[in-house]
Each structure stands twice: as structure tokens, then as C-alpha cells.
């Protein structure tokens, strides 16, 4: 099975097992990973207040250590098993690649697909780990898609 399947069929399980998000904040998320092409990456990601249901806008910035980068916007849907301090997070977001020195993805039009499993700091931030994967989804010849395991710190905005 591969990575962007493997995702969707954890979203849609996870959809069914929780509920969605109390009444939350917008997030500034900093992202620090490495890539499965064995470059660290680092990123800055925004996640808007939930609206009813857990969706929200959502937006990143992505770059590597070899030179790639990623800037893109999409959406974002928080569940909570319960009302439980623990999440779970999908997000797509298509946007505008620089190869750099990186991975030849196939073209500038990439879609990031990321989940995120973390829980709630008694200081109102967040702790998380963000599998996300990169790709084309096949509009070029070449989509070798890129992953990036990373552990994310986000800040409320309230």
C-alpha cells in the first residue's frame, strides 16, 4: 500500500474513532525533521481557529538542508478522541516547490498530505509528531514524492 493511501485510509479510521475539536485557537507551528532523502528539514505552519466540525484554513513553509523548499495553503481538520488533551490532525495543502540541491519531485505544483498525532501543554501550546509526504500526484513524468517525519511546537494565537 502506498503513503499517500496508507494516510487516507488513518484519516478516514480516525475520523470514525473520535470526535471533533473542542473550541481551539489558531496554532504558528515550527517544525523541525528529517526527509527520507536524508536531509533535515525545518518548517513554519499556520493552522486557523476550527471551524464547526474541526476543519480549518491551514498554510506552511518548508525547507531543507539541501536547498529545497516548499510554500503552499490549504486545509486542516482537528478530531479529539473525547474532550481528551490528545489530537489527531490531517492537512492538505497544494503549493509551489524548489528543488535546490533536493529531490527532483517532477515539478513546481506539489501537494503536501501530512498527519499529526500530539497533545495539549498546560501552557495552551502543543506538542506533536507530523508524518507528512510531498508529491505531484502524478500531473508530471517523474513523482518520486518525498516524506519527512518531524516534531512539531505550536504556539496558540488567542
Known sequence: MTFPRTLLL??????????????????TSFALGRTDASSTALALRWHGQPHDRGWS???GLWAT??????IGGGVSYTLRPGHSQWFV???FMPGLYARGNGVDLGGALEFAT???VGTDLRNGAQVSLLVEHRSNAGLYASNPGVNTL????????N
Do not use: C, H, N, T
Not at 475520523?15 to 473550541?23: D, E
Not at 538542508?65 to 516548499?70: E, G, K, Q, V, Y
Not at 518531524?150 to 494565537?157: C, D, F, H, K
Open 10 to 27: 488513518g484519516l478516514a479510521a480516525s475520523a470514525a474513532l473520535a470526535s471533533p475539536g473542542m473550541a481551539q485557537s489558531a496554532y
Open 57 to 59: 484554513w491551514a498554510a
Open 65 to 70: 538542508s539541501d536547498r529545497s523548499a516548499w
Open 89 to 91: 490532525r490531517g492537512s
Open 114 to 116: 501530512g498527519i499529526e
Open 150 to 157: 518531524s516534531v512539531v511546537y505550536s504556539i496558540p494565537l
